[in-house]
Structure formats: C-alpha cells, structure tokens
C-alpha cells in the first residue's frame, strides 16, 4: 500500500507543509483529484488537520486488516501485536508531526474565549455522537445479529471511535475557519 500511494501521502505533506494559495492535484491514471485548497492556516488549524490525516492514515493503513478479520474469531497475540505497531505508528506520526508544525510556526498559541467556545462546542459534538455510538453498539449487540465473533465487535468499535474523531475535528476545522 505504501509504495502505491507514497505519491500521493508526499503530495499531502507537501500541501500541508508550504504556506501557498494554490489548488494541489493528484492524477492517478487520467483522473485528477483536487486534494486541498491551501489557504494560510493557523497554527491551531493544522494541528486538528494533523488529528484528520491521522484519522485518514489510520483508516487506510489499519481497517483494511481488521476488516478482513471481521468475520473471525481474533487470537489476542495477533491483536496485541496490531495494537503495538498501531502505538508505535501513531508515536512516531504525532511527533512528527508535531515538531513540524513547532520547527514551522515558532510562536506560541494563545487561548482565548474564542478557541475556548470552539473546543467545548466541538467536544460537545464529540460527546453526544460518543453516547449515540455507544447506544448503537449496545442496541446492536442486544439484537445478536452477526457479532458472535469478536473480530466483528473489534472492527465495529473502530469504525464507530474513528468516525466520531473524524466528525469532531472536521467541525472544529469548520468552526476555526468560519469564525
């Protein structure tokens, strides 16, 4: 998967890195997909679109394995070995990231009232899609359908916590943005 779509997370990271007004475009075959228009983010705003690449990554690099193994029963071994190179994948990810987003913006970020309204509506949005994940998975393994293995229980469970990662940092990007 990596070498496939190295072109493609270099171009990410390229678009995220410079300070450009420009339309950055990906061509795989004869297809151009409009990946991100750069205008000149915040500090504040590329650390939450750091939470969204990540969520991206994670999505792309991980789900495909626990959704192949849905439908079985999981060895703990195996599960613990995942969650290992998953820890590891994210340390180094977020400092990564991180000591770019410092080595590029060398001021401090000031709290205000205004990224004080923003954080708590975004983590009240995340709060209530957390509680109706969780009556959705109560509901769901309540009617017995087909979580008789865990690797379908595992699998639904990062479905519902990456989505709701997703949605919450998307609005805070949203509400950064429009304010």
């Given at each position: 998967w990596w070498t496939e779509n190295s072109?493609?997370?270099t171009?990410?990271?390229?678009?995220?890195l410079r300070d450009i007004q420009t339309w950055a475009?990906?061509?795989?075959?004869?297809?151009e997909i409009i990946i991100l228009s750069l205008m000149?983010?915040?500090k504040r705003e590329r650390s939450i679109l750091i939470e969204i690449i990540f969520a991206v990554l994670f999505s792309l690099?991980?789900?495909p394995f626990f959704y192949e193994h849905r439908l079985n029963s999981m060895d703990m071994a195996h599960v613990s070995s995942k969650a290992i190179q998953i820890t590891v994948f994210a340390i180094i990810y977020f400092s990564a990231a991180y000591a770019l987003l410092?080595?590029?913006?060398?001021?401090?970020?000031?709290?205000?009232e205004r990224d004080d309204m923003i954080n708590s509506k975004s983590y009240k949005l995340?709060?209530?899609?957390?509680?109706?994940?969780?009556?959705?998975?109560?509901g769901v393994l309540l009617t017995g359908s087909s979580f008789n293995k865990n690797g379908a229980i595992l699998f639904f469970v990062l479905v519902l916590l990456l989505i709701v990662s997703f949605i919450k940092s998307l609005f805070q990007l949203y509400l950064y943005r429009t304010s």
């Open positions: 072109a493609f997370i171009a990410v990271w390229s678009i995220y475009t990906y061509s795989k075959g004869n297809s000149k983010f915040s690099i991980y789900m410092e080595l590029s913006f060398k001021q401090k970020m000031i709290q205000d995340g709060y209530v899609l957390y509680e109706l994940s969780l009556f959705v998975f109560i």
